[in-house]
């Protein structure tokens, strides 16, 4: 626990540090006038957010009550080559959120789900499912290119990390020993399967609520984030960083892995992001987030040997980094 703390610490940190160094090389002048846009930046961005929040911790909520893991196992296909494709769109079915992924994966892999497709599954599914897909495309109501972006790049890179992973990892060093089943790694009750006598409606409300409290924090922070950042760029010239589109790549991928948003309420951050960035760095924001963030790094390491996530981790940072390449060289 001390060393998880001294890791979130360490990144919030150097969050900081790079804002107050974006601040320190640009001239501004903040007004009194800020201190109302800011609220009000803040505000919309909760009230755009906390609807998909809501129906997302509920949706988590009936498929953690009433779909096991043997449910998911039992319908994914004898061919491995389909079995990614298939990892990669089953969240369109079990819409999980990213602190639920993570032990539920590694339970896959632990009941002999092939590591590369456990990667994919556990990379995709919070991309790839309806509701982030509804609230991308809700929070980019005039941007729809933004909803194929994230989600056509969510879809192939978790597949190529999946692929990538199955090659380079051995198989006999992915789960850590003395790891316990039960123990909670997130506040959502995502893995707690100690349901006991209770009824499945009173679980489905614990559930839900306790999921919502714990996004919510991470959403607030992001939001109060996000919300500064648009009044700094509203005074500052940020050539520096938005006129190189690889920089902005860079930066985007760092917030996304720095602010641990929920995958269900990103986007609504992303988008007030969207006047000092390109939709390449937007989309690295978008991807990179769902999969690797501070969060659910804390997660990986409780659940994976440090080996698997060391090489989880770089390889998905690169891949991410690749597509967002790829869409900047095709105009976006």
Known sequence: MKN???FFSTFILALFIVIFHIISKTNINFKFNDIGDFSTIFISIMIDAIPFVILGSFVSAIIQIYISEDNIKRIIPKNEILGYFEMALIGFIFPICECAIVPIGRRLIKKGLPVGLGVTFMLAVPIVNPIVILSTYYA???MHEMVLLRTVGG??????????IDKIQDKDKVILSNYMENDILCNCGCNNLSYGNESKIKLIINHTSREFLDITKYLIFGALISSGF????????????????????LFMMFLGFS?????????????????SNSLSGLAGFLILGPMLDLKNLIILYGSFRKNFV??????TISCVFLICLLFMI???
């Open 330 to 332: 095709c105009g976006f």
């Open 230 to 249: 648009q009044i700094i760029t509203n005074h500052a010239d940020l050539t520096s960083i938005s006129n190189n589109k690889i920089m902005t790549i």
């Open 155 to 164: 879809f192939c890179v978790a597949i190529l990390i999946g692929v990538i």
């Open 310 to 315: 060391f090489k989880l981790s770089l390889v």
């Open 4 to 6: 998880r703390k001294c």
């Open 259 to 275: 602010l641990s948003l929920c995958s269900e309420a990103d986007a609504f951050v992303g988008k007030s992001l969207i006047y």
């Open 140 to 142: 980019f109501y005039d």
